[in-house]
T-cell receptor
């Protein structure tokens, strides 16, 4: 079965610092990749997604992620975080032959200090 | 667009009772909805896939007689936790996909329902 690993469980940054959250998956075939964000007290929202084409995907709120097939990775980045980025971030993978079944990573809790 | 709602947002019940949670797609038709469970400080675990007009598909280890899923219309799926016990206490989240509008089949998530069984 496929798995998704998010190596950083907790990240604390100061405002304006750069952010990179790791996501690795274990599936050798075609995958669709997603990053979701869950702000405190809110539901999961889609940040960005990769299906095909340019491996560098730009999402909302200045986030981007790069799909590196050889490394089975889809890391999330933001050059300068804000206090409002404090949230939990989930990476999710959907194998190309799995219907719509998403497998989620364990999540990374980001705290941005003002 | 692509708004998914859940009701109730929070429920507390006694052990042995049944609890029904509703998931609605508000501005689109969802042929498929998904039910997840999220334990504290853990990720989402898919419980079942609910297809309109047919039986739900349960993930391994999920008791289908305990977690009854009904997807009677294109905008509503319900999850009933039968004979709830304290170990069923969790955060239940549904999602839906809007295949008609979004060919990428992105899932849109509801706000979740926190179930506490005393």
């Amino acid at each position: 079965a496929q798995s998704v690993s998010q190596h950083n469980h907790h990240v604390i940054l100061s405002e304006a610092a750069s952010l990179e959250l790791g996501c690795n998956y274990s599936y050798g075939g075609t995958v669709n990749l997603f990053w979701y964000v869950q702000y405190p007290g809110q539901h999961l929202q889609l940040l960005l997604k990769y299906f095909s084409g340019d491996p560098l995907v730009k999402g909302i709120k200045g986030f981007e992620a790069e799909f590196i097939k050889s490394k089975f990775s889809f890391n999330l980045r933001k050059p300068s975080v804000q206090w409002s980025d404090t949230a939990e971030y989930f990476c999710a993978v959907r194998p190309g032959n799995a219907g719509n079944m998403l497998t989620f990573g364990g999540g990374t809790r980001l705290m941005v200090k003002p | 667009g692509a708004v998914v709602s859940q009701h109730p947002s929070r429920v507390i019940c006694k052990s042995g009772t049944s609890v029904k949670i509703e998931c609605r797609s508000l501005d689109f038709q969802a042929t498929t909805m998904f039910w997840y469970r999220q334990f504290p400080k853990q990720s989402l675990m898919l419980m079942a896939t609910s297809n309109e007009g047919s039986k739900a598909t349960y993930e391994q280890g999920v008791e289908k007689d305990k977690f009854l899923i009904n997807h009677a219309s294109l905008t509503l799926s319900t999850l009933t936790v039968t004979s709830a016990h304290p170990e069923d206490s969790s955060f239940y989240i549904c999602s839906a996909r809007d295949r008609g509008r979004d060919p990428t089949d992105t899932q849109y998530f509801g706000p979740g329902t926190r179930l506490t069984v005393l």
